[in-house]
């Protein structure tokens, strides 16, 4: 599988006077990681701060409590980050990350019904949180420069005299009593859902941003099993989706290195997934398909089953606030958090550092090479437009349970969900409106794409045709009219 990528807008060159020379960034998350990277070729010296005690191995930690469920770098951030480290993709493979073109190589059954795998399909990694984070962190070791600081926390922001910047950060060693100072010309904050970036500012003088939250009420229970040796199928992922209302259970089996498979049971409207065996197993044959069961009744489980809550999708507005410190920027989870049930929060973080590499470019152009006032204003609004179709295509999906909380369901919404209903049921027999479809879901287009004319042609062809079957013709755990390809264990 080939991984070279179009390198795009080159980066830009780092700083060399004064203090804007000096970067620091809080936390070690992907968000993080892949900030330091950025902040490398426009600095001559970067700081990661970092409250975990990391290692050199691909190893789960505290701050990463999601970190053993499952997790996807679609293609789109997949792109970026093989820009930002050339060479990504065959490193973490090299290490057991698993190719798998989507959606060519998976079985995918939406809620409109299978979606057809004879669609031109764009490659990606599976692999365990962990291994993707480690891959990152390694290469990010290896650039002159940057000094990753473990098992310290970020108290404090430091300002000017005025107040009108951020001029560093309080750091306190978890081991030891006191506090010391780091300056910097830049502060970044991707320290994720704990952030205290609303506590600081509010504190500053800033003000309160506002948040918006939409809770659909969800939780996952995952496991990781050993592939059974001599297994043979068609296909390496199985995607299970949930079809709201009436069945909002999901469940996804993805391949991960050593062998194994990673599965994730996902429930939202208050039908959780048990941590039990005899539950998590009932819960897996109550899916829309047997597939997943099926399979893992000749597999060998290899860690206990862990549940995880907490996820709802959660927004930051601080492009809103009519006052913001220069050379302080917030991204990643700490802006926008969202339902991980759509495997979009590594790649919009990756689409997050791109974006700051794009301001930092135009900055110096702009103004001197020490000048960054504007700059973080400017990319914090700029942030907020990439995330809004992430995060309309994650809520605007959990807003179709009942039971969901923190935004009110219009007339409007009820139609778009009708229409996108029909776009689901014509990506099932129309290839390029799967095409379509699929490059919507793995980020390589906007959700705005299908509305286009040729989607909404395609849509009321769907509507007039008199044999049309739709996917409710169908009762979850029998067959739907094509059924995909059962695998045999031998």
Known sequence: MSWTYDAGGALGNRSSSGDTAHAVVIGASMAGLLTARVLANHFERVTIVERDALCDSAQNRKGVPQGRMLHALMPRGLQIVERLFPGYCHELEAAGAVPVCIPTDSLILTPGGWLPRQVAGWPMLSASRPLFEWAVHRRLKELPGVTILDRQDVAALLTSSDGRQVTGVTLRRLDEVGTHQLNAGLVVDASGRGSRAPVWLSEGGYGAPAKTQVDP?????????????????????????SKPPSMPRTGYLFPIEDGQWMVALMGAAGQHPPTDEAGFAAFTRSLRHPIIADVLAGAEPVTPIRGYRGTSNRQWHFERMPRWPERFVVLGDAVCAFNPIYGQGMSTAAVAAETLDACLREQRHRRPVEDLDGLARRFQRR???????????????DLRYPTTTGMRVTAATRLLHRYLDEVGVTATRDLATAHTFAKVIVMLARPTSLFAPRVLAAVARTLRTPTRADSDDFSPNSAPPARPVVPVAR
């Open 217 to 241: 009420n969800i939780a996952y229970a995952s496991r990781i099993y050993r592939i059974p040796d001599g297994f043979s199928a068609d296909w390496k992922v199985v995607m299970l989706t």
């Open 383 to 397: 942030l907020a437009r990439r995330n809004a179709d992430p995060w309309m295509l994650s809520t605007g999906e």
